[in-house]
């Protein structure tokens, strides 16, 4: 990213935040009363030699040290209040972004998008940034300017020697910031690319030590977690030899101003106190840039997440799904109960990270009560298209209808409702069954979470469960097989009485009962009039289609009722001017499927 684009994602990130700016701008008021304090106790050293040593006066010392502790005092008040002010800033802004910015990153997770955990983790590290003394020292740091001024009033050759020495760490602050940038934003990278093949060693654990692959996964995790330390190793060297150079300078300036004074003071242009003062002077002048010489890793690791999240945040980025109370966005209009009337219309869906698109131009429609089975041999695009009726994954073009209106036209809140879904791969949360089932509503009514089940069929199931609803399922909890695993998912699916369901695979890991279970529960949604979509290669299921759709290659190339195109695809050539009205062909596609196709 190129410093104009950076800088556009960190003001796009601080523009978030209400009042954000008033706020600085108080905290920079504050800041030069601080700094304009911090000239207390030089000016109280120089009191004290030319004033109270050389008259020996008890009261004026008293007077003196009376007023410097109040002023003490006010300057620890108004520090504190900073800092203060600084955390709620922090809580604010993690407040603000933090919805928006877990909506926006879960749009990302579909594969291919990257790392969305690494989102909430830039958020976690800008807020410790916000809320940590770096911005006070940043803050601080103009008062460089008032001590220059006040040293010049002193004597010009003090003047010229602090500001080289500010200059002079100035110089070196911005070289460890650039260098910590680079060498920080590698090792994030590299961070965020083991962190992830972590993951997914883990999520595929059974498969590596079945088939003997822990050994290489685990040298492939090092190489790529050798590679962060490797870069943050760097970063820590080049920022240590920039530290080194800066605590020489900042010593030295201090033992150096102190020969210059008393070179001025054999001249007689200034007293022994003020170069006291001025020693005490440079030292309040240099600390804020030693500081944060010291703290420029952090300084980069703070810029680089607020980057990342910037750019998550602009407007103009292309999302795949970007949500309705997403920044920026307006709701969409709240749309009369959904009936299941389901329309598609040359529907052609790209996968997230993919170059070509999956399904083109595919489209059917069936009406409220129907039930669509969904054919096609491995990679024609069944899944895909499972996904997008339901917006899992974007539409580039064409659409998908619910009783007439575009999905992307429905309220979130009401379009879920009335959708139930039942992925191939069923992944169950880390809470009890109960609120799996009820797709963790904390409002839940026990009744339609019990309904949802026996619809599925998995009620007798959950209760011969160790604690029937209340059994913990996750990471910590219950290890279910994948029968059980699709039947509760089968339950979720079914939750709400949703008027559209999206079903693919959902006898996978089914057993005969399962199977029964589960043609009881599609016809149960028949009979309710709801539309049911269904994928699956086993006849049992698509047995009680009503209309059977045959992708291959990503596009429609059978579509009618199951009895003609179960004929055509078992004697294409002696089936096709029965069928010929009752179905429809795609002209592009050279020939149907063959059953063992199908079957693959």
Same mark, same amino acid.
């Given at each position: 990213?190129?410093?104009?684009?950076?800088r556009?994602?960190?003001?796009?990130?601080?523009?978030?935040?209400?009042?954000?700016?008033? %706020?600085?701008?108080?905290?920079a008021?504050?800041a030069?009363?601080c700094g304009?304090?911090?000239?207390?106790?030089?000016?109280?050293?120089?009191q004290?030699?030319?004033?109270?040593l050389?008259?020996?006066s008890?009261?004026?010392l008293a007077?003196?040290?009376?007023?410097?502790?109040?002023?003490?005092?006010?300057?620890?008040?108004?520090?504190w209040?900073r800092?203060?002010?600084m955390?709620?800033?922090a809580? @604010?802004?993690?407040?603000?972004?933090?919805?928006?910015?877990?909506?926006?990153?879960f749009d990302?997770?579909?594969?291919?998008?990257?790392?969305?955990?690494?989102?909430?983790?830039?958020?976690?590290?800008?807020?410790?940034?916000?809320?940590?003394?770096?911005?006070?020292?940043?803050?601080?740091?103009?008062?460089?300017?008032?001590?220059?001024? /006040?040293?010049?009033l002193?004597?010009p050759?003090l003047?010229?020697?602090i500001?080289?020495?500010?200059?002079?760490?100035?110089?070196?602050?911005m070289?460890a910031r650039?260098?910590?940038?680079?060498? !920080?934003?590698?090792?994030?990278?590299?961070a965020? !690319?083991a962190?992830?093949?972590?993951n997914?060693?883990f999520? !595929?654990?059974?498969?590596?030590?079945?088939?003997?692959?822990?050994?290489? %996964?685990?040298? *492939?995790?090092i190489?790529?977690?050798?590679?962060s330390?490797?870069a943050?190793?760097?970063?820590e060297?080049?920022n240590?030899? /920039?530290?080194a150079?800066?605590?020489?300078? *900042?010593?030295?300036?201090?033992?150096?101003?102190?020969?210059?004074?008393?070179?001025?003071? #054999?001249?007689?242009?200034?007293?022994?106190?003020m170069?006291?003062? +001025?020693?005490?002077?440079?030292g309040r002048?240099?600390?804020?840039?030693?500081?944060?010489?010291?703290? @420029?890793?952090?300084?980069?690791?703070?810029?680089?997440?607020?980057v990342?999240?910037?750019?998550?945040?602009?407007?103009?980025?292309?999302?795949? #799904?970007?949500?309705?109370?997403?920044i920026?966005a307006?709701?969409a209009?709240?749309l009369?109960a959904?009936?299941?009337?389901?329309?598609?219309?040359?529907?052609?869906?790209?996968?997230?990270?993919?170059? !070509?698109? +999956?399904?083109?131009g595919?489209?059917?429609?069936?009406?409220?009560?129907?039930?669509?089975?969904?054919?096609?041999?491995?990679?024609?695009?069944?899944?895909?298209?499972a *996904?997008a009726?339901?917006?899992?994954?974007?539409i580039?073009?064409?659409?998908?209808?619910?009783?007439?209106?575009?999905?992307?036209h429905?309220?979130?809140a009401?379009?879920?409702?009335?959708?139930g879904?039942?992925?191939?791969? %069923?992944?169950?949360f880390?809470?009890?069954?109960?609120e799996?089932?009820?797709?963790?509503?904390p409002?839940a009514?026990?009744?339609?979470?019990?309904?949802?089940?026996?619809e599925?069929?998995?009620?007798?199931?959950? #209760?011969?469960l160790?604690?029937?609803?209340?059994?913990?399922?996750?990471?910590?909890?219950?290890?279910?097989?994948?029968g059980q695993?699709?039947?509760?998912?089968?339950?979720?699916?079914?939750?709400?009485?949703?008027v559209?369901?999206?079903l693919?695979?959902?006898?996978?890991?089914?057993?005969?009962?399962?199977?029964?279970?589960?043609?009881?529960?599609?016809?149960h949604c028949?009979?309710?009039?709801?539309?049911?979509?269904?994928?699956?290669?086993r006849?049992g299921?698509?047995?009680?289609?009503?209309?059977?759709?045959? #992708?291959?290659?990503?596009?429609?190339?059978?579509?009618?009722?199951?009895?003609?195109?179960l004929?055509?695809?078992?004697?294409?050539?002696?089936?096709?001017?029965?069928?010929?009205?009752?179905?429809?062909?795609?002209?592009?596609?050279?020939r149907?499927p063959?059953p063992?196709e199908i079957?693959?």
């Open positions: 990213m190129n410093p104009t684009d950076s556009d994602a960190l003001a796009r990130v601080v523009a978030l935040v209400p009042g954000i700016r008033i %706020v600085l701008a108080a905290m008021l504050l030069v009363v304009a304090l911090m000239l207390v106790p030089s000016l109280y050293m120089m004290i030699y030319d004033r109270v050389s008259s020996r008890e009261y004026t007077v003196l040290t009376g007023l410097v502790l109040g002023l003490f005092a006010l300057l620890s008040a108004i520090e209040i800092g203060a002010v955390v709620k800033v809580a @604010a802004f993690e407040a603000r972004l933090r919805g928006p910015l877990f909506r926006l990153a990302d997770a579909a594969p291919g998008s990257g790392h969305p955990a690494g989102a909430m983790q830039d958020l976690a590290t800008v807020r410790q940034f916000i809320a940590g003394p770096v911005p006070g020292l940043i803050l601080d740091a103009p008062f460089a300017i008032v001590a220059l001024a /006040v040293a010049f002193v004597d050759w003047g010229v020697f500001a080289a020495a500010v200059l002079s760490l100035l110089g070196l602050a070289l650039r260098r910590g940038l680079a060498h !920080q934003r590698l090792a994030a990278d590299a965020r !690319q962190s992830a093949r972590m997914a060693a999520r !595929q654990g059974e498969a590596i030590r079945a088939m003997g692959m822990l050994d290489t %996964v685990m040298r *492939r995790w190489a790529r977690h050798e590679d330390h490797l943050q190793g760097r970063a060297a080049a240590a030899r /920039v530290t150079v800066a605590r020489f300078v *900042r010593i030295a300036s201090q033992s150096l101003v102190l020969a210059l004074g008393a070179v001025l003071v #054999l001249e007689e242009r200034i007293t022994p106190g170069m006291i003062a +001025t020693s005490i002077l440079l002048v240099l600390a804020p840039f030693d500081a944060l010489i010291n703290a @420029a890793g952090g300084i980069a690791s703070a810029r680089a997440a607020a990342r999240i910037g750019r998550l945040l602009d407007p103009a980025r292309p999302v795949p #799904l970007r949500s309705a109370d997403a920026g307006g709701g209009v709240a009369p959904a009936r299941g009337a389901l329309r598609v219309d040359g529907l052609v869906v790209v996968p997230p990270g993919a170059t !070509q698109p +999956t399904l083109r595919v489209g059917f429609e069936t009406e409220p009560g129907r039930i669509v089975g969904i054919l096609g041999p491995s990679g024609s695009g069944k899944s895909t298209l *996904r009726l339901v917006r899992v994954w974007p580039h073009a064409g659409c998908v209808r619910l009783d007439g209106a575009e999905l992307a429905w309220p979130d009401q379009r879920a409702a009335a959708t879904y039942l992925p191939q791969d %069923v992944e169950l880390d809470a009890t069954v109960a799996n089932i009820a797709r963790l509503d409002d009514d026990d009744a339609d979470v019990i309904a949802a089940a026996i599925a069929g998995a009620h007798q199931m959950i #209760l011969r160790p604690d029937g609803y209340q059994t913990r399922l996750g990471a910590d909890g219950l290890a279910l097989s994948g695993r699709q039947r509760i998912g089968l339950a979720r699916a079914l939750y709400g009485a949703p559209l369901v999206v693919d695979e959902p006898n996978a890991h089914l057993d005969d009962a399962g199977e029964r279970a589960l043609a009881a529960a599609i016809g028949r009979a309710a009039g709801r539309t049911v979509v269904i994928v699956s290669h006849p299921v698509l047995r009680q289609a009503d209309q059977l759709v045959v #992708l291959n290659d990503g596009r429609v190339v059978l579509a009618g009722p199951p009895d003609a195109v004929a055509r695809l078992s004697r294409p050539e002696a089936a096709a001017l029965s069928s010929s009205r009752a179905e429809t062909a795609v002209p592009s596609s050279p149907p063959s063992l079957a693959a």
